[in-house]
């Protein structure tokens, strides 16, 4: 009994895939060229961590919301300073009496509050730019930012804030990223002034112990 073949079907390539495939790779290395011309200090973006120890910072940014930011920089210092010795000097307070006192200065002086989203951008932008200002004025010497950012806030707001960071002149601005909250700030545990002196001369210094 003779048996039939089935017909053969002829296979035609799926060429709707391999497209995707091109387009993928064509992508790739478009992205790869634009990033090999570009100068190596564009390159990197780096976001250091410092060690979980005592450390030292001339410049306090603390990201509250999108309205709100905490910022202590040479500028404000020397003013809070000023108000925390006089308050170290009164008598008939206890310690958690003055340290109220404290905080209540602290937060006056150094919380900034914006109506709207461009407010805040320029009231920010105007802190920083004073501190380029410094730098680029005092090549010689080394200025440490510490960023503490909430879990909850946007990074791209990090990213913004450390690039404005890296248009000093001599490159001597350093910064570091941490977590944290303005509720640290708001429940630390001491305030206090430090005087400091190097070679750079005799300097005032605000302590606050998380």
Known sequence: MPLKRPPETRRKMQLISLMDVVFILLIFFLVSIFFASLPNEERKLLVPTPKNEEGYAQVLIQLVDDRRFFYVDPSITQGLVN??????????????????RKKEILFRRCLFTASDEEEYRKLLEERISGLLQLANSHPEQNYFVMIRCPDDIEYARVIEIIQMLTGSKFRNIQYGLVGGTLEDIRNSKSIRKQIVEDELGRRRNVIIEF
Do not use: F, Y
């Open 83 to 100: 108000e925390i010795t006089q308050v170290d000097r009164l008598s008939g307070l206890s310690r958690n009496q003055k340290l109220q």
